[in-house]
């Protein structure tokens, strides 16, 4: 699986836009680009996940580059409730029965 | 979706002696996979589980040292055998299975965790 980079941490207001950005400039053509966060003490959850379009769910939106090297996890209005590390994963959809391998992921903070 | 649950949720445990990690998931799904996650780090793949067959390990876990079994669909246990203070982590179950991302995608649904501390 392809390599993606992420900054070590961000914050952000609450109630304000967060933009978390994600850089995986070795994306091969088969490769769909995952995020997934982890709450303080839980288990990893699905966020959102895109190929080439954008992508709107109800949690949040990801915007894709034209040229797939670079990815963008929007939350729309942040809560105190979405202070989490973001991971943004890279896998073959064509291996999807396989697991997912996480980087170091961003570690998010919401202030009131 | 998949709701997983696991036992213990925590424990401390001595050095040399040996913990088994339940893992319960309230569907059958073929795959399972488990997960550690050392203080303050991410999460790394330990090894996928199938029923009705041996577990493949990742580079630098070995069976002797994290013996698995998946004896039917929705089951899957953990040991970590004699530990020491190194294997302090969180050690996490997860599945794969369908949900609301999309026809056909397969979400990793994930347990809650284990935290163990070895003294």
């Known amino acids: 699986d392809a390599k993606t980079t992420q900054p070590n941490s961000m914050e952000s207001n609450e109630e304000e836009p967060v933009h978390l950005p994600c850089n995986h400039s070795t994306i091969s053509g088969t490769d769909y680009i995952h995020w997934y966060r982890q709450l303080p003490s839980q288990g990893p959850e699905y966020v959102i996940h895109?190929?080439?379009s954008n992508v709107n769910n109800r949690m949040a939106s990801l915007a894709i580059a034209e040229d797939r090297k670079s990815s963008t996890l929007i939350l729309h209005r942040a809560t105190l409730r979405d202070a989490a590390v973001y991971y943004c994963i890279l896998r073959d959809y064509g291996g999807s029965q396989g697991n997912l391998i996480f980087g170091k992921g961003t570690k998010l903070s919401v202030k009131p | 979706s998949a709701v997983i649950s696991q036992k213990p949720s925590r424990d401390i445990c001595q050095r040399g002696t040996s913990l088994t990690i339940q893992c319960q998931v309230d569907?059958?799904?073929?795959?399972m996979f488990w997960y550690r996650q050392q203080p303050g780090q991410s999460l790394t793949l330990i090894a996928t589980a199938n029923q009705g067959s041996e577990a493949t390990y990742e580079s630098g876990f070995v069976i002797d040292k994290f013996p698995i079994s998946r004896p039917n669909l929705t089951f899957s246990t953990l040991t970590v055998s004699n530990m020491s203070p190194e294997d302090s982590s969180i050690y996490l179950c997860?599945?794969?299975?369908?949900?609301?991302?999309?026809?056909?995608?397969?979400?990793?649904?994930f347990g809650p965790g284990t935290r163990l501390t070895v003294l």
């Open positions: 997860s599945v794969a299975g369908t949900s609301g991302g999309g026809a056909g995608y397969n979400e990793q649904f």
């Open positions: 895109g190929l080439t």
């Open positions: 569907s059958q799904v073929t795959m």
